[in-house]
């Protein structure tokens, strides 16, 4: 179930990037994501663990590049502007949102490699 959910959400994100500046790199990145909630539901979790955990990785280390757009949000006074509009007016926005965006998928990743919780002993 926590794999349907994560796929639905994914497809979405993915969807919603295709008015974005830049629609093919981040459709493409949340639909990996998609796929891997997709794979972790048909394929041994052990198989599919290096190959979701090198891709947290990736995603990670291109979040840095993000990491001034943050600075630079928190020196904002008015933090609302992220939430607002959805065409960004300011660079800054733009790159938070990414940000944010990468470290939900690294999140996402990281539930779908979570072992299922054990079932309880039938008597």
């Given at each position: 179930m926590k794999n349907a959910i994560v796929f639905v959400v994914f497809v979405l994100f993915a969807a919603i990037q295709l008015n974005d500046p830049d629609p093919l790199l981040w459709v493409t990145l949340y639909l990996i994501v998609a796929a891997f909630a997709l794979l972790t539901q048909?394929?041994?979790?052990?198989?599919l663990k290096?190959?979701?955990?090198?891709y947290q990785v990736m995603l990670l280390v291109y979040a840095l590049f993000y990491i001034p757009s943050f600075v630079e949000f928190l020196t904002q006074p008015d933090k609302i502007e992220l939430v607002g509009q959805m065409k960004a007016e300011s660079p800054w926005i733009e790159?938070?949102?990414?940000?944010?965006?990468?470290?939900?998928a690294v999140a996402a990743l990281g539930f779908l490699k979570k072992p299922a919780p054990a079932q309880p002993a039938e008597n």
């Open positions: 048909l394929a041994p979790k052990p198989f290096p190959t979701i955990t090198a790159g938070t949102r990414e940000l944010f965006g990468l470290l939900i």
